[in-house]
């Protein structure tokens, strides 16, 4: 045997070795960067139909991803939707919901997530991840340090955070809290365009100090377009247009927020790790009329009934893009119906594990990719509106379900129940209830049996407004 022919045997065996070695190394978990909007609705990206404000890079993404039609917020306002997305419980057994919930001598106050209730961020942790999160939290009692981001599973974590009602602690909302009270810093409105340029530099730096060899679970949670952040530097965007004032803020914002999202993006380019990313994009809940934005101003909704704190369309479905190089389909339109407790197994699935038993969630995975997707039977939302809300005809307490092409509503637990099929009206302008009895008895049993009593949140809001919205109905009744 020649020596040519033993060097071909030797390199032979070799590859043969490399090959069964790295058959057996495992890929690298993929990164995930979840981007949450404060407040978005569901038509204010151009990629959902928006002809005024510009989103070029959100809308690019959309064209590289899946665009989702039919998703939803776990809620209509901040907390408890917040709270589904990272227990991955819906909102008729998440600990949070509404903004605060009523104690004794009629105190609303904000209720922190349970500490038996897992997030996002210890599953992820527990997963192998680096984890980091960044913004609007919203989950905590502004009292107990250990119910902040960092002590739910965040290794690294800056957030804002509001003075204690009732007394106890206060704060300045401008200052963002590094890793608790380890630092913290004093947002310049004066310095950066926006507040999201101020948060996007932060995560910037945690790129460049994360460890390399391990995967990152990225939660950015943005103030825009919030209606409370009512001055920003940038006054050239949208000056040439014969707005309100108040108009050509907001439609500056979401454009500056664009630009935020593309200086991340475009790091994670640069440095070859967008390759290895999943991206989520998304909002909190429907859009906003606060701060003196109209939201049919720009048509910030869609043209869906209702705003922020409905349960209508226009309260609850948001937008959802996913991007994943080579693994979702560029340019892809779902419309399947799924909400926010479906992130919690959507990312256990990524990360290789288990989903825990807690979520109600379903794992939408097999939607991007291009498998087989499970349904969920029915969906299910309720609201306490917190203070205020009381005061309305139905106690600020709202419930609504969806069940294929139906969705059921009920603002009171004495009111009577909407229907409206949404293959048909998306825009819930005609009740069909009467003509569905049946399903209607369906749907009043959902609303009772979907949910379990929690601290703070009674059912049917607070008691007294039993009363108040029966004799409110039968006062207007008269008329």
Request: proline share 4%; hydrophobic share 30%.
């Amino acid at each position: 045997m020649n020596n040519l022919h033993i060097s071909l045997i030797l390199l032979g065996g070799a590859l043969i070795l490399s090959c069964e070695n790295q058959q057996k190394v495992p890929d690298k978990k993929p990164n995930i960067l979840f981007l949450l909007a404060d407040d978005m609705g569901y038509g204010e990206l151009g990629s959902y139909g928006q002809q005024q404000i510009k989103t070029p890079v959100l809308d690019s993404l959309a064209q590289q991803g899946v665009r989702f039609t039919s998703f939803y917020a776990g809620s209509s306002v901040c907390s408890p939707s917040r709270a589904v997305l990272m227990t991955g419980k819906h909102a008729g057994h998440a600990s949070i919901r509404g903004n605060s919930g009523i104690y004794d001598n009629d105190i609303w106050k904000r209720v922190p997530l349970k500490k038996d209730e897992l997030t996002l961020g210890e599953m992820m942790k527990g997963a192998g991840y680096q984890t980091a999160f960044i913004g609007k939290w919203h989950l905590d009692d502004p009292n107990d340090e250990s119910t902040w981001a960092m002590n739910r599973g965040f290794d690294y974590a800056i957030q804002e955070q509001w003075s204690s009602r009732f007394g106890g602690k206060s704060y300045d909302e401008l200052v963002h809290w590094i890793n608790i009270d380890h630092d913290s810093i004093l947002y310049d409105q004066e310095e950066y365009d926006c507040i999201d340029e101020f948060r996007t530099n932060f995560v910037l730096d945690y790129l460049d100090q994360k460890e390399e060899n391990k995967p990152f679970f990225i939660t950015m949670s943005y103030r825009i377009p919030h209606g409370h952040e009512r001055y920003t530097r940038n006054k050239e965007l949208y000056a040439d247009q014969e707005w309100p004032e108040t108009e050509r803020r907001h439609a500056a914002r979401i454009t500056l927020l664009d630009k935020q999202i593309g200086r991340l993006l475009k790091r994670l380019e640069e440095t070859g790790e967008l390759d290895n990313t999943v991206v989520f994009f998304t909002s909190d809940n429907g859009g906003h009329r606060e701060g003196g934005h109209d939201h049919r101003f720009f048509n910030s909704c869609g043209g869906l009934k209702g705003y922020k704190r409905d349960m209508y369309e226009g309260g609850i479905r948001i937008p959802l893009i996913a991007y994943w190089k080579d693994k979702i389909e560029q340019g892809t339109v779902s419309e399947h119906v799924g909400s926010f407790q479906d992130f919690m197994p959507t990312l256990a699935a990524i990360a290789g594990i288990d989903a825990p038993q807690q979520t109600d969630g379903i794992s939408f995975l097999p939607e991007l990719t291009g498998k087989e997707q499970p349904k969920h039977e029915y969906l299910y939302w309720e609201l306490q509106i917190d203070g205020w809300g009381t005061k309305l005809p139905d106690g600020g307490f709202r419930q609504a379900v969806r069940i294929g092409k139906w969705k059921g509503v009920r603002y009171g637990v004495e009111s009577p129940i909407e229907l409206y099929n949404l293959e048909e009206d998306l825009f819930e302008t005609t009740n069909v209830a009467s003509d569905h009895p049946e399903l209607i008895e369906q749907i009043k049993k959902l609303f009772k049996e979907s949910r379990i009593d929690t601290e703070g949140f009674p059912f049917g809001g607070k008691i007294q407004n039993y009363v108040a919205a029966k004799k409110y109905k039968e006062r207007t009744a008269k008329k």
